[in-house]
């Protein structure tokens, strides 16, 4: 296993630095083919992702405390589905098809709040929190109705510590199993208590994969953030790992240990407590941001007391929404000050990005370009793409569309 440890990972820094120096990238790094361009523009590809790739994978929705108490609520359209996920009178978290059985309204129509049951206006069915059929009006009128056989569609829903998941699919391998080894590399993070700061959404023109590109490589850094993220941290001196499952861990050497200002809660300042600084967190956050890509489509650079999930949702082959969850571990100091200073670089650099990325899909999707090549640097963005082939099944993707076959450097657990 690698990045787990300050030693390795600082050791992983001057090799990316002897690299530098040298001016060349690790001799077994293997060739990466280009990936077709037609991926992120294609309407038979954009299919092909909703019937095999949305169906498959685990899909983060929100945190356990947004569904404070029995019958709290949020509503979804995830691959196009509209879903329901609620907590119920047990305690436990559920999701469901947000659909009603007797004819299909749809169930739910708030955004989320805090339900006693599910009724539809339609015909009046109403559910209790567990999703069980509990009334129907008029129910002689039925012949031989069974209740007990019209609950709402189960989907599967699935915490790591309070993220929770949702995946259509009823064969998929528990949450954990896909992270694969995702969960050894947050052992030292309170995830069972991670509550919502803030939450805020844009959409962008273009593929959803172009902004999930965007989130997996620092190649852009030093040009699209010369003043913001750049002066903050040195991307080339970065730790890359590329993990089973499509995921990716990395984590930049920050330019300094920051103490205010722009950027400095996404690192340690001066003052903390000596027990935080004995924290393996403390101390890599100190030198440097961790970053993990989930796969298909969150994003999650991780920091100390606050920092965003990030998560990009297609809305058509060309648009995507990205969507953006604060979140707060533990109860961290409170620094008003320094968490508006958070936000407000957060936004700062990811408006860089947005207007590095206009124009994308117009550029990508008439012919201008027939396949993109990738660099060491953006190795994970082919992990990513590869991963998506397997997920959908090759048999499935026609050649033209396909991406290569690579015998990727993963860890190992
Ligand atoms: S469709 Fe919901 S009660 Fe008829
Ligand atoms: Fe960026």
């Known amino acids: 296993m690698t990045l787990e440890t300050p030693e390795r990972i600082q050791s992983m820094w001057e090799a990316a630095s002897t690299q530098m120096r040298e001016r060349r990238h690790p001799d077994d790094f293997p060739a990466l083919p280009d990936i077709p361009a037609a991926r992120y523009t294609s309407e038979a590809f954009y299919e092909l992702e909703k019937k095999h790739l949305w169906s498959r994978t685990w899909l983060f929705v929100g945190l356990a405390h947004e569904f404070e108490e029995q019958g709290s609520y949020r509503t979804y359209t995830l691959n196009e589905a509209p879903v329901v996920v609620m907590r119920g009178r047990d305690g436990e978290i559920r999701a469901f098809h947000n659909v009603c059985q007797h004819r299909g309204s749809l169930l739910m129509k708030d955004e989320g709040g805090v ?75 309170p995830l069972d208590d991670l509550r919502l700061f803030d939450r805020f959404s844009f959409e962008v023109d273009c593929n959803w994969k172009c902004l999930q590109d965007n989130f997996a490589e620092n190649y852009h850094a030093k040009y699209v953030h010369e003043n913001t993220i750049d002066k903050v941290i040195d991307s080339k001196t970065s730790a890359l790992q590329m993990l089973r499952g499509g995921h990716n ?9 920051l103490t205010s200002g722009m950027g400095a809660a996404f690192f340690k300042s001066e003052d903390d407590s000596a027990e935080d600084q004995a924290s393996k967190l403390a101390e890599i956050s100190r030198s440097g941001q961790r970053s993990y890509n989930i796969f298909p489509n969150g ?9 965003p999930i990030v998560m990009v949702w297609p809305i058509d082959a060309g648009r995507c929404k990205v969507e953006v969850s604060f979140v707060k571990t533990g109860d961290g100091p409170a620094n008003e000050k320094l968490d508006a200073d958070t936000l407000t670089f957060f936004k700062s650099f990811i408006g860089e990005d947005l207007d590095a990325l206009a124009g994308m ?22 992990n990513h793409e590869q991963h998506i082939d397997v997920v959908m099944g090759r048999e499935n993707v026609p050649q033209e569309l396909a991406v290569v076959a690579v015998d990727l450097p993963y860890a190992h657990a």
Request: contains cysteine; hydrophobic residues 40%.
């Open 115 to 189: 339900a006693r049951n599910m009724r539809c206006l339609y015909h009046c069915w109403t559910y209790d929190l567990d999703g069980k059929l509990i009334f129907v009006p008029d129910e002689h009128y039925f012949s031989g109705l069974n209740k007990e056989e019209r609950g709402l569609k189960p989907i599967r829903c699935e915490q790591f510590g309070s993220l929770l998941f949702v995946n259509f699919d009823e064969q998929a391998a528990p949450l954990v199993e896909y992270l694969t080894d995702i969960p050894a590399l947050w052992s030292d993070i």
């Open 249 to 257: 861990a990395i984590v930049i050497k920050s330019r300094g240990t």
């Open 299 to 307: 994003t999650f650079p991780i920091a100390e007391y606050l920092f």
């Open 361 to 382: 899909h117009k550029a990508l999707a008439h012919g201008g370009i027939d396949s993109i090549p990738l660099c060491w640097s953006e190795q994970f963005i082919y």
